[in-house]
T-cell receptor
Framework: AQSVTQLGSHVSVSEGALVLLRCNYS??????LFWYVQYPNQGLQLLLK??????LVKGINGFEAEFKKSETSFHLTKPSAHMSDAAEYFC??????????????FGKGTLLTVNP | DADVTQTPRNRITKTGKRIMLECSQT?????MYWYRQDPGLGLRLIYY???????NKGEISDGYSVSRQAQAKFSLSLESAIPNQTALYFCATSDTGGNGELFFGEGSRLTVL
């Protein structure tokens, strides 16, 4: 069975500072990896995803993540935080579960606070 | 208009009442899901449906039931609500063979007093 661990339930950065949100996973088969973002009072929206190919994935709003198989990690970064980045971020792993089905497992989320 | 629409967005009810949360989608996806979000626990899967005739329990289905009325509609019911069912509920959809990527509604906040 797969699992996802997000290190740090709450991360606080200053505006303009580097954002680093950590995600490690375990999976017995090659996974697909996702980062979702949830802004206050909204649903989750896809930030970026890794399926196959290039291991550095670029998403919306200047975020990117790198799939590192040897480290079983998929950390999310952004060079310079904006106040509008304040949100909760969820890492998720998807693995095939037979036929055309996939099983998606979410991490518990990391709340990002951006200080002026 | 949103691709995945949930109603109601907010609901306050009392213990023992029956509650239905509704979800409709215009994405044309066959697969629909209900998740529950609690602080510090992330998202937990309640029920999922791969088509109108295929409904499956998720990890926390006790106390909940669902109905897939059509490809585009998937409702979640709490037959007798209890306070620990107070949570934010999300409906989501996915495409068959879409690598598991989900498309979420904006959520239904339920408070059970």
């Amino acid at each position: 069975a797969q699992s996802v661990t997000q290190l740090g339930s709450h991360v606080s950065v200053s505006e303009g500072a580097l954002v680093l949100l950590r995600c490690n996973y375990s999976s017995s088969v090659p996974p697909y990896l996702f980062w979702y973002v949830q802004y206050p009072n909204q649903g989750l929206q896809l930030l970026l995803k890794y399926t196959t190919g290039a291991t550095l994935v670029k998403g919306i709003n200047g975020f990117e993540a790198e799939f590192k198989k040897s480290e079983t990690s998929f950390h999310l970064t952004k060079p310079s935080a904006h106040m509008s980045d304040a949100a909760e971020y969820f890492c998720a792993v998807s693995v095939p579960s037979g036929g055309s089905n996939y099983k998606l497992t979410f991490g518990k989320g990391t709340l990002l606070t951006v200080n002026p | 208009d949103a691709d995945v629409t949930q109603t109601p967005r907010n609901r306050i009810t009392k213990t023992g009442k029956r509650i239905m949360l509704e979800c409709s989608q215009t994405k044309g996806h066959d697969r629909m899901y209900w998740y529950r979000q609690d602080p510090g626990l992330g998202l937990r899967l309640i029920y999922y449906s791969f088509d109108v005739k295929d409904i499956n329990k998720g990890e926390i289905s006790d106390g909940y039931s669902v109905s897939r009325q059509a490809q585009a509609k998937f409702s979640l019911s709490l037959e007798s609500a209890i306070p620990n069912q107070t949570a934010l509920y999300f409906c989501a959809t996915s495409d068959t063979g879409g690598n598991g990527e989900l498309f979420f509604g904006e959520g239904s906040r339920l408070t059970v007093l």
